[in-house]
């Protein structure tokens, strides 16, 4: 049973540049959530993406946006980044019509701004 | 807004002494609380989900617990391979879950 996926693993940009991450969710699950870490804190919510819409948003800026694909997989873009998006960005997914709203995650993308 | 404690911060323990971490919570509506483990830089890896007040689910040496302000993880005769950083979420009337800062328990052997 495939998890879910993350890419890349790790990547370095540094402050004005734009970033796209990617994830593909479990097999099965139809929903996509991203969550930002950052060191000691534990994950903020940024956005779900259900059906390729935006289902709900957290507390963060429009430079962040999304995508999510009609076979599930989604997209996370940062634009202007700032050094304090360096941080372990997380992908979770989940099934809508399972009724246990468990969100699983992937190993995440450690980005680093400098 | 909802709001997640966990207590504590940090919990330095012997193999074998049992323990417990705390995660009180404030939100409007709870749909479920989760709990997660999480190992140094990687993604968390799910533990249980808690419905209901009274609710108890156990997993090897895990237990966790639910009362309608707060739940209990409790680590019975750990080992060294039960050393992580644990996060509670609650998972509010919306979709996202909100997290604590997670316990971060290391286990001596």
């Known amino acids: 049973d495939a998890g879910v996926t993350q890419s890349p693993t790790h990547l370095i940009k540094t402050r004005g540049q734009q970033v796209t991450l990617r994830c593909s969710p479990k097999s099965g699950h139809d929903t996509v959530s991203w969550y930002q870490q950052a060191l000691g804190q534990g994950p903020q919510f940024i956005f779900q993406y259900y059906e390729e819409e935006e289902r709900q948003r957290g507390n963060f800026p429009d430079r962040f946006s999304g995508h999510q694909f009609p076979n599930y997989s989604s997209e996370l873009n940062v634009n202007a980044l700032l050094l304090g998006d360096s941080a372990l960005y997380l992908c979770?997914?989940?099934?809508?019509?399972?009724?246990?709203?468990?969100?699983?995650f992937g190993p995440g993308t450690r980005l680093t701004v400098l | 807004e909802d709001q997640v404690t966990q207590s504590p911060e940090a919990l330095r323990l012997q193999e074998g002494e049992s323990s417990s971490l705390n995660c009180s919570y404030t939100v409007s509506g709870l749909r479920g609380l989760f709990w997660y483990r999480q190992d140094p830089g990687k993604g968390p890896e799910f533990l249980f989900t808690?419905?209901?007040a009274g609710e108890e689910k156990e997993k090897e040496r895990l237990k966790a617990t639910l009362t309608k302000k707060e739940s209990f993880l409790h680590i019975t005769a750990p080992k060294p391979e039960d050393s992580a950083t644990y996060l509670c979420a609650v998972h509010p009337n919306d979709y996202k879950l909100s997290f604590g800062a997670g316990t971060t328990v290391t286990v001596r052997a």
């Open positions: 979770a997914s989940s099934l809508v019509s399972g009724g246990t709203d468990t969100q699983y």
């Open positions: 808690l419905y209901s």
